[in-house]
């Protein structure tokens, strides 16, 4: 296994283990920055998603639609797309739908995490029904043309958010993130560490201690009303 390939590997088992949230705390914290969350309406089309018993992890393969309403290049770039990767197509604002039940189950069947559409798709219930994760940001029964070739591999906006071939893009039930593997490598210890202190404080508030005692929170609002500098921290 390449040095590439195993770096790769390894931080996608920690992410398994990490909420969205936790990585966007720990982004913030360190002033980064450079985590970009998909907006513009985006949905999960995916029962297991909104059921939040599953997340997609995977290494973007992006497509750029030459032609609004036209789904030709979203069918190349499933063709092209390989194992593990996610699928991220800007459709030029598209209102009709370029991906449906097909494409999930052929990207299922090629070992793909899933597809993320800015724009339209259709067969909800059999997508919704599907193994691996599709999000979109409508829904519309009237497919597009198929005639324009679009582009592959191109750095494209998905969601509001810059997507590059080889970003790592993570869904939960929460939405969409996408990040280099530089940044999450940044950020992964202190979301990890994030992650475990949550799980100390809603133990603790478990056993009857209020969320406001767990926290700084009288001596932050006491600083803040002199107008001193002062930041919100957890005490366990």
Do not use: W
């Amino acid at each position: 296994m390449s040095s590439s390939v195993s770096r790769l590997s390894k931080i996608i088992r920690r992410l398994e283990s990490v909420d969205i949230s936790a990585l966007c705390d720990a982004d913030k914290s360190a002033g980064c920055n450079s985590v970009q969350v998909m907006t513009n309406n985006m949905k999960p089309r995916t029962k297991n998603i909104v059921e939040g018993h599953q997340k997609m992890i995977g290494v973007a393969r992006t497509v750029q639609l030459s032609n609004s309403e036209d789904f030709l290049a979203v069918l190349r770039g499933l063709h092209e797309a390989e194992k593990r990767e996610v699928l991220c197509v800007n459709t030029m604002n598209s209102s009709k739908a370029v991906a449906g039940g097909l494409f999930l189950t052929e990207a299922e069947r090629k070992g793909l995490r899933g597809i993320i559409i800015d724009g339209a798709v259709r067969d909800v219930r059999s997508i919704s029904e599907s193994g691996i994760q599709c999000y979109s940001t409508s829904v519309n029964p009237y497919s597009g043309s198929i005639v324009h070739l679009g582009e592959m591999q191109v750095p494209i906006i998905c969601g509001g958010a810059k997507v590059s071939p080889g970003d790592i893009v993570i869904g939960d039930c929460d939405g969409v993130i996408v990040a280099n593997i530089e940044t999450l490598e940044n950020i992964i210890d202190s979301a990890e560490n994030i992650i475990l202190k949550e799980k100390e404080i809603i133990d603790a508030m478990k056993e009857g201690q209020s969320l406001h005692s767990l926290t700084n929170y009288n001596e932050h609002v006491t600083a803040l009303q002199n107008g001193e500098e002062s930041a919100l921290q957890f005490k366990v």
